[in-house]
C-alpha cells in the first residue's frame, strides 16, 4: 500500500555531510512511524533512527546520536536524515522503513522498505 523511494545518497570524506531524502506514497503518512536502518556488505541490517507518529518521537542508535537528526514533512510526505560528522564505519546502503505501529529496532515490526540508497565515506 506504501511505496518508499530514498534519495540523497553518495560519496563524501570523512568529516562532511549528506541529507537523505524519502519520497511515501499515500495521503496517510502522517499516520506512519519512519525508520531508518543500514546494511554494510557482510552483516546484518541495523537501526539507525525513527520517528513516531503515535508521540512524535525521534530516537537514534548509539553510534549516530549526535551526528544524525531525523525530521519529516507529513505534507510533502518525507522523511529526511541529515548525517553529519560521517565516519568511514557509516557506509552502508540506508533504506527507509515504515510502520504502522510504534518505532523499534526491529527490521521485522516494519511492513514497507525503500529501495535502498548508497553512502559511502572514504577514510
Known amino acids: 500500500q506504501v511505496q518508499l523511494v530514498e534519495s540523497g545518497g553518495g560519496l563524501v570524506q570523512a568529516g562532511g555531510s549528506l541529507r537523505l531524502s524519502c519520497a511515501a506514497s499515500?495521503?496517510?503518512?502522517?499516520?506512519?512511524?519512519m525508520a531508518w536502518f543500514r546494511q554494510a556488505p557482510g552483516k546484518e541490517r541495523e537501526f539507525v533512527s525513527a520517528?513516531?507518529?503515535?508521540?512524535?518521537?525521534?530516537s537514534y542508535s548509539d553510534s549516530v546520536k549526535g551526528r544524525f537528526t531525523i525530521s519529516r514533512d507529513n505534507a510533502k510526505s518525507t522523511v529526511y536524515l541529515q548525517m553529519n560528522s560521517l565516519k568511514p564505519e557509516d557506509t552502508a546502503v540506508y533504506y527507509c522503513?515504515?510502520?504502522?505501529?510504534?518505532?523499534?529496532?526491529?527490521?521485522?515490526?516494519?511492513?514497507?522498505w525503500g529501495q535502498g540508497t548508497q553512502v559511502t565515506v572514504q577514510s
Open positions: 522503513a515504515a510502520t504502522t505501529g510504534w518505532a523499534t529496532v526491529s527490521t521485522q515490526r516494519y511492513n514497507y
Open positions: 499515500g495521503r496517510t503518512f502522517s499516520r506512519y512511524t
Open positions: 520517528s513516531s507518529w503515535t508521540n512524535s518521537a525521534t
